[in-house]
Structures are given as structure tokens and as C-alpha cells.
């Protein structure tokens, strides 16, 4: 059983940075694919980036590539998205999650394990 727990959400201005956390439990959570994903109201929750358990392969959606890199830290059981030039487009509930997998998948169903959501927000 992995619990994760997101954190790092904030209001932020147009072009500016954030660095979103999840961290985990578990002594498996090496082993682990992660992805970060988003939603906001009214819509489904899109894949925005993932990255393997040895951490050497990532994966990001065409409107963050460039933008949002994925890291992991496994003496801290944590994975991070760091969020730079942030758009207003970018405002949602980021939520993280895992799969006991080598390979990074973009579908939401593939995904064991969630967080309960860091709310980011980015203003004008």
C-alpha cells in the first residue's frame, strides 16, 4: 500500500514558478511510476507528466514540454514537478499517482494509487 501526499499549490502570476511535491510512503515506492495529472472544473483529469522508477525516462504532455520537468528524490520517497513560465491555462487541482510498472502510461486508469490534490492557481 502507497499513500501519497501532494503539496506546494499557490496562487502564482503569469511567467512565474512553482515546485509541487508528493510524497510518499512505502518502502516499495521505489519501484514505482509516477505521474502527475490536472483537472479542473468540468473537465476530466489530463496526464500532464511521469517518470520511471529509476527516475532515467519522463514523459510530458505537448502543452507543458518545455516548461514542467519531473524528478524524483528516493532517499526522500518524493517526486516532484517543478513549473516554470506558468500560464493562466495552467490553473487546476494537480494531483499525483502511482503504478507499480517500469513504464510510464498517460491513462489515468492505469494508475493505482492517488493524492488528494494541490490547488495552483495562476493569475494575470
Known amino acids: 500500500q502507497v499513500q501519497l501526499v501532494e503539496s506546494g499549490g499557490a496562487l502564482v502570476q503569469a511567467g512565474g514558478s512553482l515546485r509541487l511535491s508528493c510524497a510518499a510512503s512505502g518502502r516499495t515506492f521505489s519501484s514505482y511510476v509516477v505521474g502527475w495529472f490536472r483537472q479542473v472544473p468540468g473537465k476530466e483529469r489530463e496526464f500532464v507528466a511521469g517518470?520511471?522508477?529509476?527516475?532515467?525516462?519522463?514523459l510530458y504532455s505537448d502543452s507543458v514540454t518545455g516548461r514542467f520537468t519531473i524528478s524524483r528524490d528516493k532517499a526522500k520517497n518524493t517526486v516532484y514537478l517543478q513549473m516554470n513560465n506558468l500560464k493562466i491555462e495552467d490553473t487546476a487541482v494537480y494531483y499525483c499517482a502511482g503504478r507499480q510498472a517500469t513504464a510510464v502510461t498517460r491513462t489515468r486508469a492505469m494508475y493505482d494509487y492517488w493524492g488528494q490534490g494541490t490547488q495552483v492557481t495562476v493569475s494575470s
Open positions: 517518470i520511471t522508477p529509476s527516475g532515467g525516462l519522463t
